[in-house]
Each structure stands twice: as structure tokens, then as C-alpha cells.
């Protein structure tokens, strides 16, 4: 059976064996594949003679080990054989061991890199790593790293997704809290240190995570984000996640995001649930590395438990667009759909008045629902009329006025 499918292996196939055994190695040793899913109930079936004998490895660009048996010391003799270097995609094990094998092997590139010695990186495409029921990793490499730190500006966040209307506060502190301090970071030691720990909170869709993704594209980092966890594994998921972010970010800028919906019933009793915020918290009070930034977002800041509330600071409101910002980014969006010449500047204070109370996503959503690109004027702004009779805002008045409550007694002054 097994030999069947190699037979009719191809470069795009996603293989998934039962078993791999030395009979199979010469026949497998000669297909060239990209993509290859490894699944066994037997121990180590990846090991040492599998690895070197299948040369045709140094074409994956994606590898699935999720329901395979491997030791790390083979992995290890696996990446170190220089078979895996076109690598750019890797799912691991929800026992981290793997990813926490492949940050000692980053790091090890960085010290080399920072002494300003030569460097074969082992993995140099490897881009993103998923720990199953843990986490995602967006990496960048060593040797991209120190190149883009001599480009990046000092100052100033972009993002891809179009303009950071009305986030010119939150933006100016995260300028202040990470930019400047990756830097210059001999200008920002004992009492000037910036805080590790943010809190952004904000009604659904007001671009919380917009920020985020702007700061990860501006800056030469890693970028780690949680999967929906387990509850019966929050604990363990826990402690796997800040080790591993810990480990990446020793020497290269890494941003740690998680949502307060991630972890919303470790506030409630249970057993399970007070082991894993107290795991949270042993967390939270153990000082990170300084390349490491925690940033936990909420759309829901009230339900926060105060024991964790206490520990994330600064605490940074990020609000629904209002006024001039709230103009520019609906002029930005039907001009981006529309072109300039189909309104006049009467008619899109109009929209916006209609727009108000809506997250820019929402709007966003709306400008995309008008199908026809041709339309002009009174006709557009008869559209979003019937849009915003059929779908009110996602975010009510009560929610909003809870959220203005929470930042007036908790928010930081910036």
C-alpha cells in the first residue's frame, strides 16, 4: 500500500504515511515533494538513517509534524544536516519541544551575528511555525533582521492595510514604548526602562489589531499569536506560550498578542480555571526579556479580572472614529472605490453622519457591499441609507457608554 503511493508522488502532494520503515527509504529518496504530512503511533519513526538518506528533503516548503513521534535530538540532526533549508512552513507538536529546540538554534545565529561573524543559518526561509493548540510564530530571520534594522526609521509606523486614522495616541506611545527603545536601548536602561505589558481596549472592530500589524510590519520582529486554547489545557498552553516567547525574543524584538476572549473563563471557579490564572499571572510578574512586548487586547475591558488588570499598564483606549478622522477615512475609503471625481465634499460629510457609531471595519464593509463602481452623488448616499437601515451598528450604546466608564477610572493618560 505504502509503496503504491510513492509511486505517484508528485511535487505538490501532501503525503500522509502510516508508517515509514527502512524498505521504504531508497523509493522515497528518489521523489522530490513540497509538502509532506508525517502521521505514526510508533516511536521515533523519523530518525537518524530516515534523515540523511532522503536527500529529496531540501524541496519541502512545508512539513506537518503534528501526529508524528520525533525526538528533539533528531530533529535537530535533522535541521543541522542542512535538508530542511528550503523550510518555510512548520506545523510542531503541542508539547513546544520542537519550537523551543528551533529558538536555540535561532538564538545561537543571533549571538554568531551580533559578534559580527559569518553565519550559515540552518533554517534561513523558515517563516512560520504553528505549535498546535498553542500558538502561531510569524519569524523573521537573523540575517533579515540585521538588515532591516539599518532601514528601518526610528519614529514612524505604516501600515499595508491603509491610513491609522485617529490612532495618532496609541501610536505615539507604542513609538515611544518600542521604537525608540529597540533603537537606542543604552538610552533606556534602570528608571527610563519602558513598560513590557500593554493593555489596548476598545469596542469591536475600532482597529486594535490594525495597530498591531502595523507595529509587526514597521518593525524587524517576530510576531507570535495564540490559538483558541483548550480548557482543560489552559495551563500547560500557558506555559508553553511565554516560554516560547520568552526564548525568541533573547535577542530579536518579538511582539506576544492574546486576546482577553482567550482566556475569559479563567476568571470564572473551577480547578482548571484558577490553576491557569495563576499560571497567568507567575507570568505576567516574571520580568521579560527586553526584546519582548506583551499586548493584550479587549473589546470587553470590564470583565477583566483585576488581579490580571493591575499588571497590564500602560492601559490605552482606542475609540470608534469621530469627527475629521472619522471624514478622512470615509473620503479615504469612496475615493480607494469610487475615484475622487463622484462627490463633492458636501456629500461626504453626509455619509459621515450617517457612518457615525460604525467601526471602520464596518464602514469598510459597507463602501465594499455597493456593487455598482459607476454610481455618483445623491444615488450613493441613497445606498448607504438603505445599508444602515438593514444593519445597525455592531456595537451598542450601552457597550460604548461601559467602555468610556472603564477608561475615565482606568485608562493611562497619554
Known amino acids: 500500500m505504502i509503496t ?72 535537530t540532526k535533522w535541521v543541522k544536516s542542512g535538508n530542511l533549508k528550503g523550510l518555510k512552513c512548520l ?22 551575528l551580533k559578534k559580527g561573524s559569518e553565519v550559515d543559518y540552518t533554517l534561513p526561509n523558515l517563516k512560520s511555525i504553528q505549535v498546535e493548540n498553542v500558538c502561531r510564530l510569524d519569524l523573521i530571520s537573523p540575517v533579515e533582521y540585521s538588515e532591516q534594522m539599518t532601514k528601518t526609521p526610528v519614529g514612524e509606523i505604516k501600515s499595508s492595510r491603509g491610513e491609522l486614522f485617529g490612532k495618532k495616541k496609541a501610536l505615539s506611545t ?91 473563563e479563567v476568571e470564572t471557579e473551577g480547578e482548571f480555571n484558577r490553576r491557569a490564572l495563576t499560571e497567568l499571572v507567575i507570568q505576567l510578574d516574571t520580568r521579560p526579556e527586553e526584546n519582548l512586548i506583551i499586548i493584550m487586547s479587549s473589546n470587553r475591558p470590564t470583565t477583566i479580572n483585576t488581579i490580571i488588570r493591575r499588571r497590564l499598564y500602560p492601559r490605552i483606549y482606542i475609540k470608534l472614529l469621530t469627527g475629521d478622522d472619522l471624514n478622512m477615512f470615509v473620503k479615504y475609503q469612496l475615493e480607494g472605490r469610487f475615484g475622487s471625481n463622484s462627490f463633492t465634499t458636501s456629500q461626504i460629510d453626509q455619509i459621515t453622519k450617517l457612518c457615525e457609531g460604525y467601526s471602520p471595519f464596518e464602514i469598510e464593509q459597507m463602501v465594499k457591499s455597493i456593487r455598482n463602481e459607476n454610481i455618483k452623488g445623491t444615488k450613493l448616499i441613497d445606498c448607504f441609507k438603505e445599508i444602515i437601515e438593514k444593519a445597525p451598528p455592531l456595537n451598542t450604546e450601552q457597550e460604548i457608554m461601559e467602555i468610556e466608564s472603564f477608561a475615565e477610572n482606568f485608562a493611562s493618560e497619554y
Do not use: W
Open 174 to 264: 507604542l513609538v515611544e514604548g518600542v521604537c525608540l527603545p529597540m533603537a537606542f536601548p543604552q538610552l533606556f536602561t534602570g528608571s527610563r526602562r519602558p513598560p513590557r505589558q500593554y493593555l489596548f481596549f476598545g469596542p469591536m472592530n475600532s482597529g486594535k489589531t490594525m495597530i498591531l500589524d502595523a507595529l509587526h510590519e514597521s518593525m524587524p520582529s517576530n510576531l507570535i499569536e495564540p490559538f483558541s486554547i483548550n480548557y482543560y489545557d489552559k495551563e500547560r498552553a500557558i506555559r508553553i506560550l511565554f516560554s516560547i516567547a520568552r526564548l525568541f525574543g533573547k535577542y530579536v524584538f518579538s511582539i506576544l498578542t492574546y486576546h482577553q476572549n482567550l482566556f475569559q
Open 91 to 112: 506545523v510542531a507538536p503541542n508539547d513546544g519541544q520542537l519550537v523551543l529546540e528551533i529558538g536555540n538554534i535561532y538564538n545561537e545565529c543571533m549571538e554568531e
Open 4 to 75: 503504491n503511493i510513492i509511486d505517484y508522488l508528485d511535487p505538490f502532494t501532501i503525503v500522509s504515511c502510516s508508517m515509514l520503515i527502512s524498505k521504504q527509504f531508497y523509493r522515497i529518496s528518489h521523489q522530490e515533494f513540497q509538502s509532506l504530512e508525517i502521521s505514526s503511533h510508533h516511536d521515533r519513526v523519523i530518525h537518524y538513517q530516515f534523515i540523511h538518506k532522503c536527500s529529496s528533503f531540501r524541496t519541502l516548503t512545508s512539513l506537518d509534524l503534528r501526529n508524528c513521534s520525533i525526538e528533539v535530538e533528531d530533529f
